[in-house]
């Protein structure tokens, strides 16, 4: 299976500021229709996972667009222009070239 | 609005049984491909089903292989989980996922089947 590693696990950030975060693959996610399938998804606490952005940098509808996708091949990362209160939870990447699909371990964003 | 809505989660005693169903709305179901996905408490997410819009391919994860069926009915917009066989490392939140396994594009909220004597 590929394995999806993120990184930071834990993200303290303060209002306003960015975040990122890094997710890389174990292997390359170009699928042979040229696409890459990288998802990311948001769960607050208490709630289901919601996709905010998926093929890379493609926002979900309603996403806010201080929310940014990047990446390519084994190497992704995840923005948030200005971190806001409504952005605290834990955020997953998702790999869906290869079967079966996996997600990252998590990375837990909250307030300072 | 996309609902969906998982039921059928329940305490049950290794080795029993249950079926887990996700009631759909504000799309029309046949014409959509469906996902099962698990998060033990406090853990991550884990992809263990797929189900095609006719539920003529359907795949597995390895971890249920052989004690998991997904089925649906497309006539009452449902989607079916039958799990077998439990062990206390099934206990979790169950997601049912609208869309192909490369996208999960909508969640339910999940029903939890806890396993334990």
């Known amino acids: 299976d590929v394995v999806m590693t993120q990184s930071p696990l834990s993200l303290p950030v303060t209002l306003g500021q960015p975040a990122s975060i890094s997710c890389r693959s174990s292997q390359s996610l170009v699928y042979s229709d040229g696409n890459t399938y990288l998802n990311w998804f948001q769960q607050r606490p208490g709630h289901s996972p919601r996709r905010l952005i998926y093929?890379?940098?493609t926002r979900d509808s309603g996403v806010p667009d201080r929310f940014s996708g990047s990446g390519s091949g084994t190497d992704f990362t995840l923005r948030i222009s200005r971190v806001e209160a409504e952005d605290v939870g834990i955020y997953y990447c998702?790999?869906?070239?290869?079967?079966?699909?996996?997600f990252g371990q998590g990375t837990k964003v909250e307030i300072k | 609005e996309v609902q969906l809505v998982e039921s059928g989660g329940a305490l049950v005693q290794p080795g029993g049984s249950l079926t887990l169903s996700c009631a759909v709305s504000g799309f029309t179901f046949s014409n959509f491909e469906m996902n099962w996905v698990r998060q033990a408490p406090g853990k991550g997410l884990e992809w263990i089903s797929y189900i095609s819009s006719r539920g003529d391919s359907i795949l597995y994860a390895d971890s249920v292989k052989g004690r998991f069926t997904v089925s649906r009915d497309n006539a009452k917009s449902s989607l079916y989980l039958q799990v077998n066989s439990l062990r206390a490392e099934d206990t979790s939140l169950y997601y049912c996922a609208r869309g192909g396994f490369r996208y999960l594009e909508y969640w339910g909220q999940g029903t939890l089947v806890t396993v334990s004597s």
């Open positions: 998702m790999q869906g070239t290869h079967w079966p699909p996996t």
């Open positions: 093929r890379v940098s």
